[in-house]
C-alpha cells in the first residue's frame, strides 16, 4: 500500500491510464511486449502487475515487472524519484530484497509521460520495476517470529541506507513538510476537519497535542537518519522458510514502495513498523515487544528513543487515518482500499490510550527484554 504524498485536490492528480495504454506505453518506453497486465491497489499512484513475451528481450526468467506510475505532484520532482530508485538498487545490492528498475530503449531509470486523466494533459513519471515474489504480511497469519524479522529489517534497511548510501541525489530527501514524516504529526491539525465530530476527532487531537509538547522538544535527541517511511503490512513481502504447519517461519522476501522515503530517526522506523503490524495481529498490544526486540538487536534505542515510542506509533495511527479520510473525501471510488488500516486501526488506537502509556511500554519492554537472552520466540 503506497501512502504516496500530502495532494491537494488542485495540484495532485493520480494518474488514470487504462490497460490498452499501458501497454502501447510498455512497448513504446521499455521495448518490451505485454503478454497479460493486472491493476494493482495504490493510494495516489497507479500501479500495474504486467507480464511480458520472453521473446520481447526480456532477460530468461525475468519476465514480470511492475509498472508504476507516479502522481502528478511527485512527477515534478524527479530528483526525488531518482534517490527512490537508487535507494532501491543499492539495497539489492547489499542483499536486501528490493526491486530493481527495467531500463527504458534509452539507457533511463525512468521516463516522463503525457496522460489526459480528465484533468488535462498531465505528465506523470513512469518506471518499470522487477516483480518481487511472495506474500504480504497482511494475508498471513502472524507469529511473533516475523514481528522480530520485520523489525531487525527495519533498522538494517535504516543502517545501511544511512551509513553507506552516498548518491548525490540523496539531498532531495530533505523533505520538510512532507505529511508523511512522524515529525509532522501537527501537521494533522489541516485535514482533521475530515473525522467530523467524534471520539476519534477527539483521541487524534490528545496525540497531536502531546507530541507537540513531549515528542517535537525531543527530535534534536534522537539519532538522524534516511527512514523507508512505510514498511507496512502490505508493503513486506514474505515467503515460508519452513515446512512446520504448527509453527511456520518465515523469511522476507520484498520490500516495496520507497515514495515515503524521506531523512528522519531510527525511531520513526521502529514506531511505523509497530503500528503496522498491530494492524495483523490478534493480540495487538504485544506485537510492540517483538518488533521492539528485533530492531534493538541490529540498534538498541537510547532512552530517550524510548521513552517517545508510545507517542510515535499513536502519530503514525493518527497520520494513517486521518490522511486516509481527507483523502477518500477526495478519491471516494478508492475508499476500500484507503480505509483499509481502518477497518482495526481506530480500535487499536482507542485501545492504546485506554490501557494508558505506562502499561503499554511495559508490555513492550518486558516482551523485548525477554529475548535479550534467549533466541526469538
Known amino acids: 500500500m503506497s501512502s504516496g504524498n500530502d495532494c491537494q485536490p488542485q ?52 519476465d514480470e515487472y511492475v509498472l508504476k506510475i507516479t502522481n502528478s505532484e511527485d512527477s515534478q520532482e524527479p530528483d526525488l524519484i531518482e534517490a527512490q ?15 530493481t528498475p527495467y531500463l527504458t530503449k534509452d539507457g533511463n531509470i525512468m521516463s516522463l509521460e503525457s496522460g489526459d486523466t480528465g484533468h488535462g494533459n498531465k505528465k506523470y513519471m513512469v518506471r518499470m520495476l522487477t516483480y518481487l515474489p511472495g506474500t504480504p504480511v497482511a494475508k498471513i497469519a502472524t507469529n511473533a517470529q516475523i514481528f522480530y524479522e520485520i523489525g531487525k529489517l527495519a533498522a538494517s534497511l535504516d543502517k545501511a541506507l544511512s551509513e553507506k548510501f552516498h548518491h548525490p541525489s540523496v539531498k532531495s530527501l530533505h523533505r520538510g ?19 467530523g465530530q467524534n471520539q476519534y476527532r477527539e483521541v487524534v487531537e490528545q496525540v497531536i497535542e502531546q507530541f507537540k509538547g513531549k515528542v517535537i522538544p525531543k527530535l534534536s535527541c534522537f539519532r538522524a537518519c534516511i527512514n523507508h517511511g512505510d514498511l507496512n503490512d502490505y508493503n513486506i513481502l514474505i515467503e515460508s522458510s519452513s515446512a512446520s504447519l504448527d509453527n511456520p517461519q518465515y523469511r522476507v522476501s520484498g520490500i516495496l514502495d520507497f515514495s515515503d522515503m524521506s531523512y528522519g530517526y531510527y525511531v520513526f522506523e521502529v514506531a511505523i513498523a509497530i503500528m503496522y503490524m498491530m494492524i495483523e495481529s490478534p493480540d495487538p498490544l504485544r506485537v510492540g515487544g517483538h518488533v521492539l526486540a528485533g530492531f534493538e538487536s541490529v540498534l538498541p534505542l537510547t532512552e530517550d528513543e524510548r521513552g517517545a515510542l508510545f507517542l510515535l506509533v499513536s502519530g503514525r495511527f493518527s497520520q494513517s ?54 533466541a526469538p520466540a
Open 85 to 99: 530508485t537508487q535507494a532501491m538498487m543499492f539495497l539489492c545490492a547489499e542483499g536486501f530484497p528490493s526491486a
Open 321 to 374: 487515518l486521518v490522511i486516509a479520510a481527507h483523502t477518500t473525501l477526495l478519491y471516494p471510488e478508492n475508499k476500500e482500499y484507503l480505509m483499509t488500516t481502518a477497518k482495526t486501526g481506530w480500535k487499536h488506537l482507542l485501545a492504546m490510550f485506554e490501557v494508558g502509556q505506562a502499561a503499554v511500554e511495559k508490555a513492550w519492554f518486558e516482551t523485548a527484554e525477554a529475548y535479550r537472552d534467549s
Open 177 to 195: 513538510q512532507f505529511i508523511w514524516n512522524l515529525a509532522n504529526v501537527p501537521l494533522l491539525d489541516q485535514y482533521i476537519y475530515a473525522l
Open 11 to 62: 495540484t495532485c492528480t493520480k494518474p488514470a491510464f487504462g490497460e490498452k495504454e499501458v501497454a502501447e506505453l510498455v512497448d513504446r518506453v521499455f521495448g518490451l511486449k505485454v503478454s497479460w497486465i493486472r491493476p494493482l491497489p495504490s493510494y495516489d499512484d497507479q500501479n500495474f502487475h504486467v507480464c511480458v513475451s520472453r521473446n520481447s528481450g526480456a532477460a530468461e526468467g525475468a
